[in-house]
């Protein structure tokens, strides 16, 4: 069964510090993995996308790192400041024959920087 | 990346009264467009796939006479939440995938999907 793990649910942090968010994947045919920001009451925003071939990307102070063998993905953030606070969202992307691509969502994890 | 916009961002409405919920792309053709449904503290759950022209693909459980579905250009899709009720409250987000000039719109290597701002429906 084609699914997306996430820890922690939450997570409370100060402001200034790094955290780092977890993505245990079991989907396959793999495409490539998302992570997305969300913050309340808006859409979902895209953070970073990698394939399996990548194995890490940076997006100002997001980095993303992918382990395509154990399936297993991080989302670091570093110097968080309040405007980090939000849902982060786990995506996988499983394609199939004929070129159909289905999106495979985690429950997120809610981020909340105090400071 | 590439703009999705919905209108309204947010609507109430008496139960049993029909909304329409509008997603737009504002710098690309839609060829696909998508519609997932979030409730509070979950995470988004696809509703329908619509291609441009073509009837929508319904999820397994989506009622398709209560969810109409319509995508006649390749900029706008509508969805309609036919005779509403209060279970039927929800964060409604649209996403949509497609081309921008003779280029797909985004990266073509990762097949991306923009997400639009959300319609928040709240049925009294």
């Known amino acids: 069964k084609n699914q997306v793990e996430q820890s922690p649910q939450s997570l409370i942090i100060l402001e200034g510090k790094n955290c780092t968010l977890q993505c245990n994947y079991t989907v396959s045919p793999f495409s490539n993995l998302r992570w997305y920001k969300q913050d309340t009451g808006r859409g979902p925003v895209s953070l970073t996308i990698?394939?399996?071939?990548?194995n890490t990307k940076s997006n100002g102070r997001y980095t993303a790192t992918l382990d395509a063998d154990t399936k297993q993905s991080s989302l670091h953030i570093t110097a968080s400041q309040l405007s980090d606070s939000a849902s982060y969202i786990c995506?996988?992307?499983?394609?199939?024959?004929?070129?159909?691509?289905?999106?495979?969502f985690g429950a997120g994890t809610r981020l909340a920087v105090h400071p | 990346g590439a703009v999705v916009s919905q209108h309204p961002s947010r609507v109430i409405c008496k139960s049993g009264t029909s909304v329409k919920i509008e997603c737009r792309s504002l710098?690309?053709?839609?060829?696909?467009m998508f519609w997932y449904r979030q409730f509070p503290k979950q995470s988004l759950m696809l509703m329908a796939t619509s291609n441009e022209g073509s009837k929508a693909t319904y999820e397994q459980g989506v009622e398709k006479d209560k969810f109409l579905i319509n995508h006649a250009s390749l900029t706008l899709s509508t969805l309609t939440v036919t005779s509403a009720h209060p279970e039927d409250s929800s964060f409604y987000i649209c996403?949509?995938?497609?081309?921008?000039?003779?280029?797909?719109?985004?990266?073509?290597?990762?097949?991306?999907?923009?997400f639009g701002p959300g319609t928040r429906l709240t049925v009294l």
């Open positions: 996403s949509a995938k497609g081309y921008r000039g003779r280029g797909l719109a985004g990266d073509s290597s990762y097949n991306e999907q923009f």
């Open positions: 990698m394939t399996f071939s990548e």
């Open positions: 995506v996988v992307s499983a394609r199939f024959s004929g070129g159909y691509n289905k999106l495979i």
């Open positions: 710098d690309f053709q839609a060829t696909t």
